[in-house]
DNA sequence: AACCGTATCAACCGCGTCGTG
DNA sequence: TCACGACGCGGTTGATACGGT
């Protein structure tokens, strides 16, 4: 461990101090508890070890879909990807991460060849009212030493009025689209996927439904259900990671 | 048994954000 | 508006555990 370790009176008396003065108040902790240790100290050991109900022991099958999922969703935003698995930590969450997860993305950085760039429209911005904006996006992919970044930048807000000749098995016009949407990795992440997502495309129905054809790929995207409206915005449903509603309809 | 390399994870550190005076 | 302190977060460290030789 880094640092010095706490023993078992450590831990009693701040437990017993945060059941008597309640959380927050970390810089009166220390004195409160007679710990010396820092405030910062007495934070993360609470939070991270001491706090009732965390759950101790290896990642089941589904918190790790869960995790890849939301790591998708919030990058490494460990906090909120934590606060939606009930039991574990930030810092749980962040270990297993680096220990597992960010080497199964890495394996895959190959299959995507550097400075490659790419120009595709994509549903991808997030803003805390959990809107998700529609944009054309230059993706340059850079590789560093250990993995590969795409350098993102959008260049310009996405026009639907300008569909693509594709014929929909409804006689409908498809446009091309990316969605960087939790369910639509069934898998883990990998750029493999990302390369791949370029070739989906989508159509609008009269009935709301959005048919969305895939190439190249080899997993199920479930269907989409939309409504008609004139907003070309869409929105998560957090808790069941999945789309809510209206989604640039104006332009068919 | 001893050694070595790797994995794990608790703890520390630095910095950004926010509230307050 | 600015300065300051507290809080909270993510990146990183390093001690320990573990497995292989």
Redesign the pocket.
Same mark, same amino acid.
């Given at each position: 461990? !880094? !640092?010095?370790?706490?023993t078992e009176e450590e831990d009693r008396l701040l437990r017993e101090c945060i059941q008597r003065y309640g959380? !927050?108040?970390?810089? &009166?902790i220390p004195l409160l508890a007679g710990l010396n240790?820092?405030?910062?100290?007495c934070?993360? &050991?609470w939070?991270?070890?001491l706090r009732p109900n965390i759950k101790?022991g290896?990642f089941t099958n589904e918190e790790v879909e869960h995790i890849i999922k939301l790591h998708k969703l919030?990058g490494?935003?460990?906090?909120?990807i934590?606060s939606r698995l009930p039991g574990r930590?930030?810092?749980?969450v962040?270990?297993?991460w680096?220990?597992?997860l960010s080497k199964r993305l890495l394996n895959n950085a190959h299959l995507i060849e550097p400075n490659e760039t790419t120009k595709n429209t994509t549903i991808i911005a997030q803003d805390k009212n959990n809107t998700i904006e529609c944009e054309s996006y230059e993706y340059n992919w850079k590789r560093s030493s250990e993995t590969i970044q795409n350098n993102n930048n959008p260049i310009e807000t996405i026009s639907m009025h300008d569909p693509k000749p594709n014929q929909a098995s409804n006689g409908g016009t498809l446009l091309p689209i990316e969605i960087m949407s939790p369910f639509v990795r069934d898998e883990a992440y990998n750029d493999q996927m990302v390369a791949q997502e370029y070739n989906k495309y989508a159509c609008i129905e009269e009935n709301g439904t959005m048919e969305v054809l895939q190439r190249d790929l080899d997993f199920e995207l479930e269907e989409i259900k939309i409504t008609t409206g004139e907003h070309s915005k869409c929105k998560w449903d957090f808790d069941e990671l999945a789309f809510d509603l209206e989604l640039w309809t104006n332009s068919l």
């Open positions: 461990m !880094g !640092g010095v370790a706490w959380e !927050g108040k970390w810089h &009166r240790r820092c405030r910062k100290s934070r993360l &050991r939070f991270n070890y101790r290896s919030y490494n935003r460990w906090s909120l934590a930590t930030a810092n749980d962040k270990n297993y680096n220990c597992h």
